[in-house]
Nanobody, 123 residues
Framework: VQLQASGGGSVQAGASLRLSCAAS????????MGWFRQAPGNGREFVAT????????EYASSVRGRFIVSRDSAKNTVYLQMNSLKPEDTAVYSC?????????????????WGQGTQVTVSS
């Protein structure tokens, strides 16, 4: 399974961006698809995840109400709509796929990772 993230960029505070993560490879049927981010000097941080089949979602408290995670099963693609962006959202954003249901917000339990895409928010 290969994951390809795209959609990052540099924006002003208050703007919106939509990240995409397209999966390819062998039969793709993850349990969760997650988004994580890492800012310079910080560890990897959970952002959001979606149950691939049921569609249930979870969000980090720092992004809840501003970010929306969704998926298009037909395209094997997961999205992260980011609204009302803040400078503290600046980070490299990565998507990941987990085969098992215990993954949820724990990055160590995700099996496949895409390369990151940079999001920079200026004030």
């Amino acid at each position: 399974v290969q994951l390809q993230a795209s959609g990052g960029g540099s924006v002003q505070a208050g703007a919106s961006l939509r990240l995409s993560c397209a999966a390819s490879g062998s039969t793709f049927s993850p349990y969760f698809m997650g988004w994580f981010r890492q800012a310079p000097g910080n560890g990897r941080e959970f952002v959001a995840t979606i149950n691939w089949n049921g569609g249930g979602t979870e969000y980090a408290s720092s992004v809840r109400g501003r970010f929306i995670v969704s998926r298009d099963s037909a395209k094997n693609t997961v999205y992260l709509q980011m609204n009302s962006l803040k400078p503290e959202d600046t980070a490299v954003y990565s998507c990941a796929a987990a085969r098992l249901g215990w993954a949820r917000s724990d990055p160590s339990k995700y099996d496949y990772w895409g390369q990151g895409t940079q999001v920079t928010v200026s004030s």
